[in-house]
């Protein structure tokens, strides 16, 4: 028998933390964001270095690390997962510029932004009979 093996994986982080590492080293944003990031965290009239734009990229980060915990690669860089946005405001999983059907969430409040993430294996893996 053979089944699919469902990964997930979760991540918070500290929004503050992020913006100070930001306000500390301005290049950060380019080595770990995608310019399409960077823009999705700013639609709808957001202003760079606001508190909204941290929490939207603190959860952008989240979704990295969650991404790098369900495919066992925490070595994954940074860049290679991407989050992009819908017309709709629905996050959608990029992985090395391909869509990966796997979901993910995101949510910010109270200083803090949390990502999960859920997919199938693509690799089918033996069951127990
Ligand atoms: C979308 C909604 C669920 C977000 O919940 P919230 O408690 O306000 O905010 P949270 O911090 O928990 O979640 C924010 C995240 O929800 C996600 N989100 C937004 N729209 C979404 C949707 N249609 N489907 C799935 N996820 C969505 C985004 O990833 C967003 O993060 P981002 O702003 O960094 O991109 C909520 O605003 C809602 O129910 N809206 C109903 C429709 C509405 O009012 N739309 C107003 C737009 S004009």
Redesign the pocket.
Known sequence: MTGLLLRSGCDVVDVARLAGAIARRPGLVDRVFTAREVA??R?GGVSPGSA?EH???A??FAAKEATRKALGDLRLPFTAVE?R??P????RLHVRGEPTGWS??????AGV?LAFVVGFDPAPVPTAP
Do not use: I, K
Not at 104 to 109: C, F, N, Q, T
């Open positions: 999705d965290a639609r909204t929490a939207r990229l959860a952008r989050v946005t819908d709709d405001g629905a996050p993910v969430s995101l949510s910010h409040d932004a």
